[in-house]
């Protein structure tokens, strides 16, 4: 779809001054909701409990947005005694920030005639075409415009809604095949064929969030001697590092239509600063004075996935061996992304630095690594620098891309608190009982879905549904009580009681869970059917099935049966768990 472009935009006295101007929604600590330019952001930002954008992938790109500025404006912190001193200073933390986006306010004006902030000026099809907004806006409808207040899509938006956008596409834009611009040597017949999705969408973002935006942003403003990736060749480069290479893209030349010169890119990004802000597309907002009504979109800078470990820390990491034979290398890591049908909590082997049997045989390196964000943190618990009593928000953040990446399917957002004495060495063993507790609890859903299917087979059916819908209640169920169960850890306690009174805990639910699955068994499942295969024939009814499912729970709980009986349900009377007989495999 494209616009009737009836004049190109040339009045330089137009302007609109992000540093003055209100375009950060934010919710305040009272619960107010308010509006504000990036100076109040940083000035009040004792007083905002966080960023409140129009979806929470803008939130991220937004943090990440004011991060870079921070990290600009204080050149650093040097070092984890510079940083002790900002995290102690309070409101005044950020007291150099005002003076910092005065010197470049330019860099800021959303219509500035050549410098707009994250655009490129006078950047045009040949054709003069301007497209609808709502290839930058995520959350206008692809195919079926249900459950939207954007129906049909997006004609017109304010200047602050605008910018957010802006930021948001050079993050999370999608893929696939755009209109080729003026200038750009990649262009062919008037397209610009496919480079991936926008950097952030690559991660599975991953942010450290505190009681206020200050604490949000000092969490995650990781000093320059701290490394954020495994080791390796380049594992010293900084996350803070202030070298010439690391400048946010204000303080770079303008971008031409063009991607930057091949040894340009082959350098970068240097840092932070620059990834933070990576010019990953090419664009212009097309506005008059009343708002913005079209845009012009193209490919920007391109950022290969592989092995950004020591510059990104804001995701987890895994090896490929697929890459490291496409590649000819003998390590490579990619981002980890989230997986958007999990909770945050059934991902937290992700955020916990692996025991060190996790290595490959022989002194490998490791196969999975955590976010250098917490590293940081753990190394900040460590230190001793914060209460290792401290409950940390980890918020995870992330897109799901369908269609060739060509749309944006979904957009996740989840969080899980706990202490940050669980991310450093001195609490190591209490990070890993809550892995540990997580796996109990996969393993004991798992075996809930066994029943499901098991009283389905005996009734003669052969569908999948009645397991997934059990999965999904045990997992409902659990949800909450592991947050609680895991918000409560503190230093001091004991790792295999933390575990045995989780177990209890599951036992509870997952046993009630499945006496509510046979007590709505129908007839056919009472009667059973005989079963036959390789071991040879048994029969299966609602009672053998929960005969075996008491056993199994048995199996993957032991502790939950070791403790007192009296504190969780049993398996019933009648029925001795050990007795019951081995089922033929169940197909996950």
Same mark, same amino acid.
């Given at each position: 779809?494209?616009?009737?472009?009836?004049?190109?935009?040339?009045?330089?006295?137009?302007?609109?001054?992000?540093?003055?101007?209100?375009?950060?929604?934010?919710?305040?600590?009272?619960?107010?909701?308010?509006?504000?330019?990036?100076?109040?952001?940083?000035?009040?930002?004792?007083?905002?409990?966080?960023?409140?954008?129009? *979806?929470?992938?803008?939130?991220?790109?937004?943090?990440?947005?004011?991060?870079?500025?921070?990290?600009?404006?204080?050149?650093?912190?040097?070092?984890?005694?510079?940083?002790?001193?900002?995290?102690?200073?309070?409101?005044?933390?950020?007291?150099?920030?005002?003076?910092?986006?005065?010197?470049?306010?330019?860099?800021?004006?959303?219509?500035?005639?050549?410098?707009?902030?994250?655009?490129?000026?006078?950047?045009?099809?040949?054709?003069?075409?301007?497209?609808?907004?709502?290839?930058?806006?995520?959350?206008?409808?692809?195919?079926?415009?249900?459950?939207?207040?954007?129906?049909?899509? =997006?004609?017109?938006?304010?200047?602050?809604?605008?910018?957010?956008?802006?930021?948001?596409?050079?993050?999370?834009?999608?893929?696939?095949?755009?209109?080729?611009?003026?200038?750009?040597?990649?262009?062919?017949?008037?397209?610009?064929?496919?480079?991936?999705?926008?950097?952030?969408?690559?991660?599975?973002?991953?942010?450290?969030?505190?009681?206020?935006?200050?604490?949000?942003?000092?969490?995650?403003?990781?000093?320059?001697?701290?490394?954020?990736?495994?080791?390796?060749?380049?594992?010293?480069?900084?996350?803070?590092?202030?070298?010439?290479?690391?400048?946010?893209?204000?303080?770079?030349?303008?971008?031409?239509?063009?991607?930057?010169?091949?040894?340009?890119?082959?350098?970068?990004?240097?840092?932070?600063?620059?990834?933070?802000?990576?010019?990953?597309?090419?664009?212009?907002?097309?506005?008059?004075?009343?708002?913005?009504?079209?845009?012009?979109?193209?490919?920007?800078?391109?950022?290969?996935?592989?092995?950004?470990?020591?510059?990104?820390?804001?995701?987890?990491?895994?090896?490929?061996?697929?890459?490291?034979?496409?590649?000819?290398?003998?390590?490579?890591?990619?981002?980890?992304?989230?997986?958007?049908?999990?909770?945050?909590?059934?991902?937290?082997?992700?955020?916990?630095?692996?025991?060190?049997?996790?290595?490959?045989?022989?002194?490998?390196?490791?196969?999975?690594?955590?976010?250098?964000?917490?590293?940081?943190?753990?190394?900040?618990?460590?230190?001793?620098?914060?209460?290792?009593?401290?409950?940390?928000?980890?918020?995870?953040?992330?897109?799901?891309?369908?269609?060739?990446?060509?749309?944006?399917?979904?957009?996740?957002?989840?969080?899980?608190?706990?202490?940050? *004495?669980?991310?450093?060495?001195?609490?190591?063993?209490?990070?890993? =009982?809550?892995?540990?507790?997580?796996?109990?609890?996969?393993?004991?859903?798992?075996?809930?879905?066994?029943?499901?299917?098991?009283?389905?087979?005996?009734?003669?059916?052969?569908?999948?549904?009645?397991?997934?819908? =059990?999965?999904?209640?045990?997992?409902?169920?659990?949800?909450?009580?592991?947050?609680?169960?895991?918000?409560?850890?503190?230093?001091?306690?004991?790792?295999?009681?933390?575990?045995?009174?989780?177990?209890?805990?599951?036992?509870?639910?997952?046993?009630?869970?499945?006496?509510?699955?046979?007590?709505?068994?129908?007839?056919?499942?009472?009667?059973?059917?005989?079963?036959?295969?390789?071991?040879?024939?048994?029969?299966?009814?609602?009672?053998?099935?929960?005969?075996?499912?008491?056993?199994?729970?048995?199996?993957?709980?032991?502790? =939950?049966?070791?403790?007192?009986?009296?504190?969780?349900?049993?398996?019933?009377?009648?029925?001795?768990?050990?007795?019951?007989?081995?089922?033929?495999?169940?197909?996950?």
């Amino acid at each position: 779809m494209t616009i009737d472009q009836t004049a190109r935009p040339s009045d330089e006295t137009r302007s609109f001054d992000l540093t003055e101007q209100p375009w950060l929604p934010v919710l305040l600590a009272d619960g107010a909701e308010a509006l504000l330019s990036l100076r109040e952001v940083f000035a009040r930002a004792e007083e905002i409990r966080r960023l409140a954008g129009d *979806v929470p992938t803008q939130d991220f790109a937004l943090v990440r947005l004011l991060l870079a500025i921070a990290h600009d404006a204080l050149d650093g912190p040097s070092d984890l005694d510079a940083w002790a001193d900002l995290w102690a200073a309070g409101g005044t933390a950020f007291a150099s920030v005002p003076e910092y986006l005065d010197r470049h306010r330019a860099g800021f004006d959303l219509l500035h005639p050549r410098t707009p902030f994250f655009q490129t000026a006078g950047l045009r099809t040949s054709n003069d075409e301007v497209f609808s907004l709502n290839r930058i806006i995520a959350d206008v409808p692809n195919g079926d415009p249900f459950f939207t207040t954007r129906f049909p899509g =997006a004609d017109r938006i304010t200047f602050a809604e605008a910018a957010r956008w802006v930021v948001h596409a050079h993050a999370y834009d999608t893929s696939g095949i755009k209109t080729g611009v003026v200038g750009d040597p990649r262009a062919k017949n008037g397209k610009a064929y496919p480079q991936g999705v926008a950097w952030a969408g690559n991660l599975g973002g991953v942010l450290a969030e505190g009681r206020t935006l200050r604490e949000t942003l000092l969490l995650n403003l990781i000093a320059a001697d701290s490394r954020t990736g495994a080791a390796g060749p380049a594992a010293g480069v900084a996350a803070g590092a202030s070298g010439a290479g690391d400048r946010p893209a204000w303080r770079r030349p303008p971008c031409g239509p063009g991607a930057a010169a091949d040894d340009d890119l082959v350098s970068r990004p240097g840092g932070v600063r620059d990834l933070y802000t990576w010019q990953s597309r090419r664009l212009r907002l097309v506005s008059d004075d009343t708002g913005v009504y079209g845009v012009v979109l193209s490919y920007g800078d391109p950022l290969a996935q592989q092995d950004k470990q020591h510059v990104e820390p804001m995701t987890g990491w895994r090896r490929s061996q697929a890459q490291e034979k496409k590649l000819s290398r003998p390590l490579v890591y990619m981002p980890r992304e989230h997986d958007p049908a999990r909770a945050a909590w059934r991902g937290l082997a992700a955020l916990i630095a692996p025991r060190g049997q996790d290595a490959g045989a022989g002194g490998d390196p490791p196969k999975t690594l955590c976010p250098g964000v917490v590293e940081w943190l753990a190394r900040l618990s460590t230190e001793g620098v914060l209460p290792r009593g401290m409950l940390i928000r980890v918020r995870t953040y992330g897109a799901v891309y369908g269609t060739q990446q060509s749309v944006i399917d979904e957009i996740t957002e989840d969080a899980v608190a706990m202490a940050v *004495v669980l991310l450093g060495e001195s609490g190591r063993a209490l990070g890993w =009982a809550a892995v540990d507790a997580v796996a109990d609890a996969e393993s004991a859903v798992t075996v809930l879905g066994d029943l499901a299917t098991d009283l389905e087979r005996a009734s003669g059916g052969e569908s999948e549904s009645g397991r997934n819908t =059990a999965r999904d209640a045990g997992f409902g169920v659990l949800d909450g009580l592991f947050r609680i169960w895991l918000g409560a850890i503190r230093e001091g306690d004991d790792p295999q009681q933390l575990r045995t009174a989780w177990q209890c805990i599951v036992r509870r639910e997952v046993s009630r869970l499945g006496s509510e699955l046979v007590a709505r068994a129908g007839d056919a499942a009472w009667e059973g059917r005989v079963l036959t295969d390789a071991k040879g024939s048994v029969w299966l009814n609602t009672a053998s099935a929960d005969l075996w499912f008491r056993s199994r729970l048995k199996k993957k709980l032991p502790r =939950a049966y070791d403790s007192d009986p009296a504190a969780v349900p049993g398996p019933g009377p009648g029925v001795d768990a050990d007795s019951a007989p081995d089922l033929p495999k169940v197909p996950a």
